[in-house]
């Protein structure tokens, strides 16, 4: 008998008996046939010689009629033939990832017990990259050992081979129209991008852009899909290969919005003086606006009008009404439309009084006040009233002005000329009252008219003397004026002092006479232009007419004389013309000094010690 090889021993199942009469047959019970193999052999199988007294042969009652035979028995043969096994490479599936993929797994039927076929002893054949088919397979199907433990049994096997198949699958891709949003600019804006899903392209793959037509284009506010045409023309690549084939493209749509602008309308303002006109603001400025587009001017209301001074909002009305053109279409709603407001401002203006510039002789009456207002408009009038500081010498007075009232009321604060809130703002200037002094003359006790000055001069300014007419006196003759009635010589004289200074009141200059020959005189020392009071000589005793041709030099070591005025000298009634100055300098270093001076126009006279001339 023939069997396949398994895992266990196999008995030989059977025995064939030849010889027996009709209805006799060997009892199965008695007949015990021996033999058994594993692996792929032949095996001998008997009945053993210990077994064979015990075959027993039974007619068709069940009598024992072994008797009637002579038995011999014959060996038979146990074949154990190789079992079919299959080994077959394994099929796999996957998506295109840009990944090279090898089968290396098998799988096995036809294995018995513990046998295990050898992993290492088979090779596995079948990788791919891209997108298709290859058929995997056993390769060199002879180098594979089955083991059962560490015990080789291959030869208990028939080994077959079979095929399996790797799949690579077009991965599926998206090609998405651009979505974008663009701000209302008056141009038209077209789709040019487009995007694929996330992880959709192995790396190095790319959609080349020429290939991939866009649709899609918006101008006016609103939105408007946007698609991929003609997608059997896309090409995915990799460098200069073409990849397209490994991918499955479908597309999507996006969308091209355009947004309203922000248009702002924004109320001008305007600051006016007042003037006593109402002002409105009816301009605005408009920012926003795209090229060809413009405000409807005559669809925009501004609120704001002021005629005093405040400040009031000029605002944009009813903004819902307001249209934007573009030349004679309705461009409005293009943009999103805001205002803001001007402010229209009335400032104050600038009144200002100004007291006059006043004289007056001292001892009269003030003069009546007045004043120039400069600014007033539109009738309005204000009420002021002057002061003065008080006094009567001649002097400069402050003449100040104080508001006592308007007209309009609002039209100023009398308490605060430059209060805010009022149409005006007060400036105010202070005048000037100048009290001049006069001078008059008495002839005190003389004959003739008596000079006049109707001139009135302030205090410190210089008034010339009149000297003519001058006044007869028996026996007496003028010399000039005095501020002392009872005088015996004359301040102010011709040829003296002809001038005075006005001193706070008014002067009265009396006559002074003279009935006597005799006067008197001096002579002043000056050192480097400073005079030296301590040396001054005095003359007295001078007959008035003599001429004095000599004088008393008082050159100082170190210096030598300059020079010498009022020399000769011809004595006149008053004394202080009657004076000789002599005038020295100091001697620089190196000049050689003949010590002695001779006074200039000495004539005759003797040289005295210290006395030099040059």
Not at 60 to 68: D, H, L, P
Not at 334 to 362: C, D, E, H
Request: aromatic letters at 6%; a negative charge.
């Amino acid at each position: 008998q023939t069997l396949v090889a398994v895992a266990a021993a196999q008995n030989l199942p059977s025995y064939i008996v030849s010889g027996l009469v009709a209805g006799d047959e060997a009892d199965a019970d008695t007949v015990k046939v021996s033999g058994t193999g594993r692996d792929v052999n032949q095996y001998e199988t008997s009945i053993l010689a210990a077994d064979r007294n015990a075959v027993t042969i039974l007619d068709a009652t069940g009598k024992n009629v072994t008797g009637n035979y002579s038995i011999s028995y014959v060996p038979g043969i146990l074949t154990i033939a190789a079992k079919r096994l299959i080994i077959k490479a394994d099929s796999e599936s996957h998506v295109f990832d840009g990944n090279t993929y090898t089968v290396t797994g098998f799988t096995v039927t036809g294995l018995e017990g513990t046998d295990q076929v050898n992993a290492a002893t088979v090779t596995v054949t079948g990788s791919r990259r891209n997108a298709g088919r290859t058929t995997t397979s056993i390769a060199t199907p002879t180098k594979i050992r089955v083991l059962d433990g560490n015990k080789d049994v291959t030869k208990n096997y028939a080994i077959d081979t079979a095929t399996g198949a790797l799949h690579i699958t077009p991965k599926p891709i998206t090609i998405i129209a651009g979505t974008m949003t663009y701000q209302f600019d008056g141009a038209t804006h077209t789709i040019t991008t487009f995007t694929t899903g996330a992880n959709d392209l192995v790396a190095g793959d790319v959609v080349n852009a020429n290939t991939v037509t866009l649709s899609g284009s918006l101008r006016d506010v609103g939105v408007t899909t946007t698609s991929i045409q003609q997608p059997q023309n896309i090409r995915i690549v990799n460098g200069s290969a073409d990849m397209t084939a490994n991918y499955t493209i479908g597309t999507a749509e996006g969308k091209l919005s355009i947004t309203p602008k922000p248009l702002v309308i924004t109320a001008d303002s305007a600051t006016h003086e007042f003037d006593a006109t109402q002002h409105a603001i009816t301009t605005f400025t408009v920012a926003g606006l795209v090229s060809g587009d413009q405000v409807d001017a005559s669809t925009v209301t501004i609120d704001g009008t002021r005629r005093n001074v405040g400040k009031t909002p000029a605002v944009v009305l009813n903004e819902t009404a307001i249209k934007v053109k573009n030349g004679q279409a309705d461009a409005t709603g293009n943009y999103s439309i805001s205002t803001k407001p001007g402010l229209l401002a009335i400032t104050p203006r600038l009144v200002t009084i100004t007291p006059g510039q006043f004289t007056k002789i001292n001892g009269s009456p003030d003069p009546t006040w007045t004043a120039t207002v400069e600014g007033l408009v539109g009738g309005d009038v204000v009420k002021y009233a002057f002061s003065r500081v008080a006094g009567e010498d001649n002097a400069d007075y402050p003449l100040q002005v104080a508001i006592s009232g308007f007209t309009p009321a609002n039209a100023g604060d009398v308490a605060d000329p430059n209060a805010t809130g009022f149409n005006y703002r007060i400036v105010l200037k202070t005048g000037n009252l100048r009290i001049l002094g006069r001078v008059f003359y008495d002839f005190n006790g003389g004959d003739g008219a008596e000079p006049v000055d109707e001139k009135g001069y302030a205090f410190g300014e210089s008034a010339q003397i009149l000297f003519k007419p001058q006044p007869t006196f028996t026996n007496m003759k003028f010399v000039g004026w005095s501020e002392d009635q009872n005088a015996d010589r004359a301040t102010y004289r011709e040829g003296g002092i002809t001038k005075l200074s006005m001193g706070k009141t008014n002067v009265t200059l009396y006559a002074v006479y003279s009935g006597n020959s005799i006067s008197s005189g001096r002579v002043e020392y000056y050192y480097d232009d400073e005079l030296d009071a301590s040396l001054t000589h005095v003359m007295n005793n001078l007959e008035i007419g003599s001429v004095i041709n000599s004088y008393t030099g008082q050159r100082k070591p170190g210096y030598r004389l300059l020079q010498v005025n009022n020399l000769p000298l011809t004595v006149t009634e008053d004394p202080e013309q009657n004076v000789i100055r002599v005038f020295y300098e100091k001697i620089e270093t190196g000049v050689m000094l003949v010590d002695a001076e001779i006074p200039l126009g000495a004539g005759t006279a003797s040289l005295n010690v210290g006395e030099c001339i040059e």
